[in-house]
């Protein structure tokens, strides 16, 4: 019961903390069983895209992932766990090496924090190779530290309807300004 406590304390302490899920852009390094760059960016309310380069450290094998991602807060909306679909495109780095360049589609679910200018994230991405690669399924699970590049606080459409809302509002009734 009392580790039950201390962890729900802990998160409550940390989600107070916590000030960053308002971004559009962030950079950064994705580190676990692949290693590379990760760029995402958020488009509408809680949809993003996530594009990922990385090299395989299990196989000869570079891949350009592009991913479209649906966000969902937990607690805060500074934590998030998010899941998304998308596809990829490898190519071999070794001209020694047997099967062709895979392509195939993917899948990623993970959890997100961003603490002011630092997004850190964890998730696992399976994927499926619909032609060439070394075999026909493969996951991967990683760790992604990104610097938060295009910070926002409020969304552009949220402050455009509130523009449109007081529009010619004013005065008596609306007729001075």
């Known amino acids: ?11 409550l302490l940390c989600a107070n903390f916590a000030i960053g899920q308002s971004y559009n852009t962030a950079l950064g390094l994705r580190m676990g069983t692949e290693w590379g760059l990760t760029m995402r960016q958020r488009f ?7 594009l990922l380069l990385q090299s395989s450290l299990q196989r000869e094998e570079t891949q350009l992932t592009v991913l479209g991602l649906v966000h969902k807060p937990i607690l805060t909306r ?9 596809f990829h495109k490898g190519w071999a780095d070794q001209l020694e090496v047997t099967y062709e360049d895979p392509w195939g589609i ?23 190779n619909l032609s060439g690669g070394a075999k026909t399924f493969d996951s991967q699970t990683g760790i992604s530290l990104r610097y938060v590049i295009w910070k926002r606080d409020k969304y552009p459409w949220e402050q455009n309807s509130k523009k449109k809302r007081n529009k010619g509002k004013g005065g008596l009734f609306g007729i001075f300004k």
């Open 106 to 128: 993917d899948f990623i679910a993970g959890l997100e924090l961003t603490i002011g200018k630092i997004n850190l994230s964890y998730d696992y991405k399976p994927a499926i």
């Open 44 to 50: 509408y309310k809680n949809y993003a895209a996530e």
């Open 1 to 11: 019961m009392k580790k039950g406590n201390l962890i729900i304390g802990t998160l």
């Open 78 to 86: 500074r934590l998030n766990f998010y899941y998304g679909a998308g």
